[in-house]
């Protein structure tokens, strides 16, 4: 049986909604506002926008752009870059961010033909196949102002960050090659390159696609070199010997060096607000054995405004204890002041200087997680023939991918886990320059949570639902941010029996509040209700994936008590239901139509329940709310639980409108392109 006259009016609606999505006016400049971007860490462009006359002024006639999300696709992109300029000196190489330029008439890339050798791009994977937010101005370019073949005869390599648990896996990038390639009339050298997240793989699939780029390069241009070339510093270190107070001791940008300065805004990443914690509280009872922390921030007269389903970014800062290990291991000096200075008008500076080697170390990089196997390679060179035994095992480590993958990543070793495990009593810090190590571990990133609070209800506080990260199966592996949260949590008179310390003064004394202040932000996401009151939602979230949902909620407790809500969660056991005795309590009383259906994966006494099973066991409440146009909502942590979510709706519009599997897929996927189905899984 084919679809019903009910599904057909859906649908068509659907395939309208699609087409006025593809034509969307770009809001989110709007949203955004400007960007105050440090000039101790933006592009040296003296405020210009103009790229063409940056590539001009600068003799550039090599571009590598990215488009980043949360920094990641940037760290991958600076890499590449540097690594490139090292290979073949011949190469003026411009690397930037797309958010830097305008990309309006005459700056259009169609103009950079013959004006450039080629252009690189790293490119992320943002929401629903998007492009992350700082390409605002480039999307513009490319859906309202690019011509068809305006760029025939330039060459373009592109790679792209994705996680193939979406269903737009890679969807930014496909896009690029889609506007750039067929319609631009570019010239594709090699393939597009597809880091997968998803399952930790990225790494591995730039290098591979970096090699023979590098192949490609080489030929394509003509170019000699082409060798690994010794490590080659970007700035100049500088030993700083002046006023104290310009020393960075962890402040963000120059803005916060001055303690008595007022905060103005608008905040962002790169100027975040001092947020007092208001409120703090645990969610998991202590028999479950975990720690999921509920933090309010209070941000009154900060001219913050969020809206319910945006994501709260938090600067972390790296624990004490990761920090004199990673000082020990590297016979580094944390007091030592040092200053950088470019030795390229146009690269950027890694972080605020002038500051310490122990503040550089804390406050601005990525120094745990796991070590790229590329970093290992790269030490090679800094080790003299003399030392062959340490030399070899580098190499023994290194050279392939697997070998690596066993000893290192299934050890869940970080950098200085693994110069330990190749060496405890080699001397690192005698042959790797500390140059090296500011200029290829990443930078410290800010971690994003959903926010759990209702801009409805509580203006003027966001609340964050965070599980506390401690993994303890090979060795114990903590979480940066969420340990530090935990720390905040559990009081100084908690804190002897936690895994990690932080230095929750903060720089210069200015965290300390009556609890203590974090570095946030907001981050605007379309994570959002339905526009229309009476809309019927269905929400998928388990564990910290029901963060955004209490939003939702707390929102209808306002907007409207009688809205159709369904909520499908699922947790281990009753020891980390999250939030139940709110729900219990406060939103199942007064929402009357607000349904709750709650699994456990691990509770012996009952049958192992995930979210999937219970949606099938509600398929025709599911399917009575989506004939009345509900919106459905995914968000989640799991893996492929937003994969097999997906599916299980599919299963369901199959089985209860009788259409084939394809078909239900297919309205499935619409659903997703017209706004009416949300995934906000990490
Ligand atoms: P990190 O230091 O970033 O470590 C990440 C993980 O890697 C941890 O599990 C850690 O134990 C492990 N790890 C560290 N070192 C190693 C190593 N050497 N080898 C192997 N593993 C290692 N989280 C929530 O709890 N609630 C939310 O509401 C939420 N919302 C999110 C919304 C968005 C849009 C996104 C992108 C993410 C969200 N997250 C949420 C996830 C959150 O951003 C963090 O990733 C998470 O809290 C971990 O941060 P962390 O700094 O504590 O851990």
Redesign the pocket.
């Known amino acids: 049986m084919g679809l019903d006259p009910l599904d057909l009016a859906v649908v068509c609606c659907l395939i309208a909604s699609v087409v006025l999505y593809t034509k969307r006016e770009n809001i989110l400049t709007i949203l955004r506002g400007s960007d105050s971007l440090d000039p101790a860490i933006g592009i040296n462009t003296n405020g210009s926008k103009d790229l063409i006359e940056i590539i001009e002024s600068n003799k550039k006639d090599f571009l590598i752009l990215y488009g980043s999300q949360?920094g990641t696709s940037e760290d991958y992109c600076k890499k590449f870059a540097k690594e490139l300029h090292s290979k073949f000196k011949e190469l003026n190489i411009l690397c930037s961010d797309f958010e830097n330029f305008d990309f309006d008439e005459p700056n259009t890339l169609g103009n950079l033909v013959g004006k450039i050798k080629g252009l690189v791009i790293f490119m992320s994977t943002y929401g629903e196949g998007e492009l992350p937010d700082p390409c605002v101005n480039f999307e513009n370019y490319l859906n309202n102002i690019i011509e068809k073949d305006e760029m025939t005869g330039l060459p373009v390599m592109i790679f792209g960050l994705g996680n193939s648990t979406y269903e737009f896996f890679n969807g930014a990038a496909i896009t690029l090659k889609k506007k750039l390639v067929t319609e631009g009339g570019a010239k594709l050298l090699g393939e597009v390159g597809a880091g997968d997240d998803s399952i930790g793989s990225t790494e591995e699939e730039y290098v591979s696609w970096k090699e023979t780029a590098f192949e490609i390069i080489e030929k394509e241009f003509n170019l000699t070199g082409g060798e690994d070339a010794p490590f080659e510093p970007m700035y100049e270190y500088v030993n700083y010997e002046g006023s104290e107070d310009n020393v960075f001791q962890g402040e963000l940008n120059k803005n916060y060096l001055t303690a008595d300065k007022k905060h103005l805004g608008p905040f962002d990443q790169s100027y975040p607000f001092l947020a007092n914690v208001l409120e703090s509280k645990e969610l998991c009872d202590p028999e479950s054995g975990r720690n999921?922390v509920h933090m309010e921030f209070d941000i009154s007269g900060s001219n913050i405004k969020y809206e319910t389903g945006d994501?709260l970014g938090v600067i972390?800062q790296n624990a004490k204890e990761h920090v004199s290990k990673f000082l020990s291991t590297l016979g580094l000096n944390g007091d030592e002041v040092f200053d950088l200075k470019l030795k390229d008008p146009t690269s950027t500076l890694p972080f605020p200087v002038p500051t310490n080697i122990e503040t550089a170390v804390t406050n601005y990089l990525e120094i745990?997680?796991?070590?790229s196997r590329q970093m290992i390679t790269q030490l090679i060179q800094f080790i003299p023939d003399t030392e062959e035994k340490v030399k070899q095992r580098l190499v023994e480590i290194s050279s392939s991918p697997d070998v690596f993958h066993k000893e290192v990543?299934e050890a869940?070793?970080?950098f200085t886990?693994c110069l330990n495990y190749v060496s405890p009593t080699f001397q690192w810090g005698q042959y790797i320059p500390w140059t090296f190590l500011l200029e290829t571990i990443p930078s410290l990133k800010p971690?994003?949570?959903?926010i759990?609070s209702s801009n409805l209800k509580d203006s003027d506080k966001i609340s964050?639902?965070?599980?506390?990260?401690?993994?303890d199966a090979k060795k114990l592996?903590?979480?940066?941010?969420?340990?530090?949260l935990n720390e905040i949590n559990k009081g100084p008179e908690n804190a002897a029996s936690l895994p990690l310390h932080y230095n929750l003064s903060g720089p210069r004394g200015s965290y300390k509040a009556e609890s203590y202040k974090l570095p946030v932000f907001v981050r605007k996401?379309t994570f959002r209700l339905p526009k229309n009151l009476d809309t019927p939602v269905i929400m998928i979230g388990p564990?910290?994936?029901v963060?955004?949902f209490r939003g939702f909620i707390r929102d209808r407790l306002i907007s409207n008590k009688e809205a159709d809500m369904m909520l499908f969660y699922g947790c281990r056991n009753v020891h980390d239901h999250l939030y139940k005795e709110e729900c219990d309590k406060e939103y199942i009383p007064e929402l009357k139509n607000l349904k709750v259906f709650t699994g456990y994966s691990r509770d012996p006494t009952v049958p192992k329940t995930y979210v999937q099973k219970l949606m099938l066991d509600e398929k025709d409440l599911i399917m009575e709310a989506l004939k009345k146009g509900a919106f459905v909502y995914v968000?989640g942590?799991a893996g492929s639980m937003a994969k097999q979510v997906n599916d299980t709706l599919v299963t369901i519009i199959s089985e209860k409108q009788d259409i084939k599997i394809q078909d239900a897929q297919e309205m499935v996927k619409l659903m997703k392109l017209n706004g009416r189905y949300h995934e906000?899984v990490?």
């Open positions: 949360t999921c994501h972390p745990t997680g796991p070590v990543i869940n070793f970080n886990d971690r994003f949570y959903s759990s964050v639902t965070a599980m506390v990260e401690v993994t592996v903590c979480g940066v941010t969420t340990n530090l996401s564990g910290t994936g963060a955004p968000c942590d906000d990490w």
